[in-house]
């Protein structure tokens, strides 16, 4: 662009042009902005108007009006943005999505977003698919791949599941047992992506949290299979296990991929053992033999 020339007004309005554009953005959009303004200016200068004219007619939306704004000229008027019906985790995404674009420029995007999204969903409620499809269309890099990866640690649950119940116990490090167990309880098991949520909600450390997870037994940190067995590995269990059924187990469990597996201490049947629980009963003996048989091999 060594023989592009400037009138002095455009060039101070490309600077503020620039200057609105996202930080990360700024080097990489630059040339091409100049490229689009040099052919508006043809041979001549690029001036002022030429500036004006390339961002309403060339700019896509929603940067268009929010640039507009953002050099001084009239905008398009601003359409309230439709009343969206949310579910799964489309509204948390939606805000996370939004936090990418500098303040200023906020208030543009939701309306022009929330209208892209509307004519997606059709009058039907926003799914997080809709959403992740709006980032993977629309949204430019690096934005784009900041965005998925917050997208990532939602994880695939409800995060107002872990605000509700952070809110019901409290935020002090005593109470967090109590919450780790209300969202395992919740969601079956404790994926990382819920023990950064606990984090971001408590201000405990995720480290903290993640010791406490993998210290006690009573934690699953993996998702619990259709069906789920624990083993008690208690020392009347253990003991009683002169068969080694136990092991035989495990074996089973491990080579179905739809049932999980958990060690745990003393069920509270000792005079039974050796036991094992599987879907929340206790079995012993040749039951408990049949009903493995029944859900590894069925
Ligand atoms: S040790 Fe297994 S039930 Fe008590």
Redesign the pocket.
């Known amino acids: 662009m060594a023989d592009v020339t400037w009138t002095p007004e455009g060039e101070k309005l490309f600077a503020k042009l620039l200057a609105a554009v996202p930080e990360a953005m700024r080097e990489p959009i630059k040339p091409k902005l100049i490229q689009m303004l040099a052919q508006r200016a043809g041979s001549g200068s690029i001036d002022e108007a030429a500036i004006k004219t390339m961002v309403q007619e060339d700019l896509p939306e929603p940067q268009k009006s929010a640039l507009m704004q953002a050099i001084g000229m009239q905008a398009p008027p601003q359409q309230e943005g439709p009343v969206l019906e949310w579910s799964g985790k489309s509204e948390i995404m939606f805000e996370l999505m939004l936090g990418e674009v500098p303040e200023g420029m906020r208030s543009i995007f939701r309306g022009k977003l929330s209208a892209v999204i509307a004519q997606k969903t059709q009058g039907g409620a926003v799914t997080d698919d809709h959403v992740n499809a709006v980032v993977n269309e629309i949204v430019p890099e690096p934005f784009k791949s900041n965005i998925l990866k917050k997208f990532k640690t939602l994880g695939d649950f409800d995060p107002a599941i872990i605000a509700a119940i952070v809110e019901r116990f409290g935020t002090s490090r005593d109470k967090l047992m109590f919450i780790m167990h209300a969202v395992q309880d919740e969601i079956g098991y404790l994926p990382r992506e819920a023990m950064l949520a606990i984090s971001d909600k408590t201000g405990i450390p995720v480290s903290a949290i993640y010791s406490v997870a993998s210290f006690y037994k009573a934690f699953r940190l993996q998702r619990p299979g259709a069906h789920h067995v624990k083993l ?1 590995c ?5 003991i009683h296990d002169t068969a080694g059924v136990g092991r035989e187990i495990e074996h089973k469990i491990a080579a179905s991929p739809g049932v999980s597996i958990e060690k745990t ?6 005079d ?4 094992v629980e599987i879907d929340g009963k206790v079995y012993k003996g040749a039951e408990a033999q049949a009903k493995i048989d029944s859900i590894t091999l069925g």
Request: aromatic share 0%; charged share 0%.
């Open positions: 008690c208690g020392t009347a269990c253990h201490l003393c069920l509270g049947c000792c039974c053992a050796p036991v």
